[in-house]
């Protein structure tokens, strides 16, 4: 399958400070990138959806100026997390998909993101 | 819009089968299924596009009811690198649209 690659899988942050998560699509070009978060023992809760060149479309409830996603290219989305609390502490994960209808997303390795 | 899976969670012996059911309220124009094992990402299994298509892999195949708004996972003869958790993922929004989950069925295949 492709790869999507994530960076970086752990990060420890304090409280206040800023934290940039990468997903890069390695071997397709990713016309979709998904943004996902999940607590422990529970699903993947879509938190936005971005399609290179254009704004991020957000999900209910999820703050936009907090979690900047930018999609700059077809390989290659990041994610911002600011002023960052222990409550945003949770498993980060990205999903590339490439064009065309039917087509299977790929995930990165997930981002373990840590606030104290 | 979530889609509703079902069981919650299956603990089975080794070479046992199992069935892990996926629903959804609204037209479903397409079924994901992925695993997940602890502290991992998910893995992609398989897509299943038309109403009636069944696909396969090693021992794990999948069937779509377009009608019945369903999926159903097949794991057959199970291993015990079966153990995780299973996603079953739709499309928000037409074949482009996001991709949504269920709250997943836990795994766990015992020797």
């Known amino acids: 399958g492709a790869v999507v690659s994530q960076h970086p899988s752990r990060v420890i942050c304090k409280s206040g400070t800023s934290v940039k998560i990468e997903c890069r699509s390695l071997?397709?070009?990713?016309?979709?990138m998904f943004w996902y978060r999940q607590f422990p023992k529970q699903s993947l809760m879509l938190m936005a959806t971005s399609n290179e060149g254009s704004k991020a479309t957000y999900e209910q409830g999820v703050e936009k100026d907090k979690f900047l996603i930018n999609h700059a290219s077809l390989t290659l989305s990041t994610l911002t997390v600011s002023s960052a609390h222990p409550e945003d502490s949770s498993f980060y994960i990205c999903s590339a998909r490439g064009p065309g209808p039917g087509t299977e997303a790929f995930f990165g390795q997930g981002t373990r993101l840590t606030v104290v | 819009q979530q889609p509703v899976q079902s069981p919650q969670a299956v603990i089975l012996r080794e070479g046992e089968d199992a069935v892990i059911n996926c629903s959804s309220s609204?037209?479903?124009?397409?079924v994901h299924w992925y695993r997940q094992k602890h502290g991992e990402a998910p893995v992609f299994l398989m897509i299943l596009l038309k109403g009636g298509e069944q696909k396969g892999h090693e021992k794990i195949s999948a069937s779509f009811n377009e009608k019945k708004q369903q999926s159903s996972l097949y794991l057959t003869a199970s291993q015990l690198s079966y153990s995780g958790t299973y996603f079953c993922g739709t499309l928000r929004g037409g074949s482009q649209g996001n991709l949504i989950f269920g709250k997943g069925t836990k795994l766990s295949v015992k020797p």
């Open positions: 609204k037209a479903l124009y397409s």
């Open positions: 071997d397709f070009q990713a016309t979709t």
